[in-house]
């Protein structure tokens, strides 16, 4: 299966195109043991690229209310979230980029990972939740 895919921001309302992957002329080096990796997808940028004690400094301020949503903040801004499994079928890759444009290594793998909204609780309206269940809905419109 051949994935193309365009990544795409808004600048001022204009979409402008950050990065085209091809997956079908990219080269994925895996090894067969890759470290269990825990993902974040935080409603920010932050400008900042290696190692951050994300533990430490972001997941210690993490509590559940009513043990479903996370709550906390980052930099005096509130946040909630939740943990969100993989789709079945699917597996996770951290993917680092080699030489090469086409060339990538896997460094962890997950089967889960926990979004976060601005003091907005999780609802199905959530980009990351709609990915998600589309994935589900598109493995079993192709079952049939």
């Known amino acids: 299966m051949c994935i193309r895919d365009r990544y795409q921001r808004r ?5 402008q195109t950050r990065m085209e992957v091809d997956a079908c002329s990219a080269t994925i080096a895996r090894p067969e043991k890759l ?19 994300v533990d430490q400094f972001f997941g210690a301020n993490l509590y559940s209310r009513d043990g479903k ?10 946040v909630r979230g939740e943990d ?14 080699g030489e090469g444009d086409d060339q ?10 926990t979004y976060f909204n601005h003091d907005v609780a999780p609802s199905t309206g959530d980009q990351t939740r709609q ?6 809905m598109a493995r079993v419109l192709h079952q049939s």
């Not at 949503?69 to 509130?78: I, M, P």
Request: with cysteine; net charge positive; glycine share 10%.
């Open 104 to 113: 990538w290594s896997a460094t962890g793998q997950f089967d889960s990972l």
């Open 84 to 97: 969100r499994a993989l789709p079945a079928g699917y597996e996770g890759l951290v993917l680092e980029r």
């Open 35 to 53: 470290p269990a990796a825990k993902l974040q997808r935080i409603p920010w940028k932050i400008h900042h690229n290696g190692p951050a004690n």
């Open 131 to 136: 990915v998600m269940d589309w994935c589900e």
């Open 11 to 15: 600048v001022r309302g204009n979409i």
């Open 69 to 78: 949503v996370l709550e906390g903040s980052f930099h005096g801004r509130a």
